[in-house]
């Protein structure tokens, strides 16, 4: 009565019926879990050249808080500096990025770490600004479900030098 194609269409729909629910199942057990943890930031020295060259911490950072779960693939992290200036109420800029994966080692040890990505400012906004915030920050990228951004809930502020590092001349 039913062909062999029709028994193989019927297997193949329950099949993909079944998948479906274990990754809804899968998305579920987590998406309402609260993924942010403390962030303590230290910022050792900052120098302001006309290249900007910004310092990072000095001292070990270690990412030591229970991000990944079952459903965790990778976690990738950056800091953010955040600042207003007469041309602008309100600028982001990335200054360092890190993808960790599951299985690899949470524990950073970042010791004179320079940005990563430049730190340039549309006009002279940086110089002498007091009001400089870091931020640490994260997307956790599941292996099913939504894809969560989470800001560390610690912060540093830090002004900047009234004038431009000058280079060295040998």
């Known amino acids: 009565m ?3 194609l029709s028994r193989a269409n019927s ?10 629910a274990l990754t809804f199942g899968c998305f579920i057990t987590t998406a309402f ?8 930031i ?34 990738f992290l950056y800091l953010s500096a955040e600042y207003s200036t007469k041309s602008n109420v309100l600028n982001q800029v ?19 770490m320079k940005s990563k990505y430049y730190f340039f400012d549309d006009g002279n906004g940086l110089r002498a ?8 920050s994260w997307n956790v990228v599941p292996n099913a479900g939504i894809l969560p951004l989470v800001m560390g809930s610690g912060h540093i502020s830090l002004p900047f ?5 000058t280079a060295k001349s040998y």
């Open 2 to 4: 039913n062909t062999v």
């Open 11 to 20: 297997l193949f729909a329950f099949s993909l019926s079944v998948m479906a």
């Open 33 to 40: 879990k609260d993924r942010s943890v403390p962030v303590n």
């Open 94 to 112: 990335v200054l360092w990025d890190k993808i960790v994966m599951r299985g690899d080692n949470t524990k950073l040890n970042l010791k004179d």
């Open 129 to 136: 600004n007091k009001n400089i915030t870091l931020t640490l």
């Open 42 to 75: 230290h910022v050792s020295k900052v120098m302001l050249k006309n290249v900007d060259d910004f310092t990072g911490p000095r001292e070990r950072s270690d990412l030591g808080f229970p991000i990944f779960d079952w459903n965790v693939k990778q976690l």
């Open 161 to 165: 030098p009234d004038t431009y590092e």
